[in-house]
């Protein structure tokens, strides 16, 4: 029993000793900020649509630590911009030779959407923070590659969005909660 104390000892002294340590999500918000409003985002691209997705995210990432506020009761309000999106393949098989004849050509194997996003953290005009996330996230495309199906590759390509904004928004959350 003295030797499982001492292994459970050693262990909570290594996991000291390498920084981490149990502390709250956040401190909260700069300025004693206690409670936020979230107006839809601006969408600075030519995705219709990508400014109600973060701003719901966002919405939902400050319901989760219990600082959104209501109509005329926000100390503050964060100002969003979806400012860039693209998406592009990243990975395209090699052609398959039986000797010298192709017996399948190259396919596209994978794409990945990409989206940057500003948060700024207002309260009477004065910016109390500000950042900027960014992000990748890989999507497979249609059943059969690069002729595949397109109704396929656009439902992988917005649930891939969907995964993004619910990370970035969560990530800008946390920076403007600690002034990164």
């Known amino acids: 029993m003295s030797r499982l104390y001492a292994v459970g000892g050693l262990l909570w002294l290594s996991v000291l000793g390498c920084g981490y340590r149990f502390t709250p999500r956040s401190a909260g918000l700069p300025g004693g900020v206690g409670s936020v409003c979230a107006p ?7 995705e219709p649509g990508l400014e109600t997705l973060f701003t719901r995210m966002f919405r939902q990432e400050l319901v989760r630590v219990g ?40 396919q596209l194997a994978s794409y990945r959407a990409s989206v940057g996003v500003t948060l700024r953290l207002v309260r009477d005009g004065q910016v109390l923070a500000e950042t900027t996330v960014s992000g990748n996230e890989d999507f497979l ?3 059969e590659g690069a002729s595949g199906d397109v109704l396929q590759a656009e439902a992988n390509r917005q649930a891939a969005l969907y995964r993004l904004a619910e990370t970035l928004m969560r990530e800008g959350y946390d920076r403007l909660a600690n002034n990164w």
């Open 67 to 106: 600082v959104l506020g209501g109509s005329g009761s926000c100390q503050a309000s964060v100002e969003g911009v979806v400012a860039w999106v693209n998406s592009a393949p990243t990975i395209v098989t090699e052609p398959v030779y039986e000797g010298n004849v192709a017996v399948t050509g190259s």
């Open 141 to 143: 495309p249609g059943a």
């Open 40 to 46: 839809i985002f601006r969408n600075d691209t030519a």
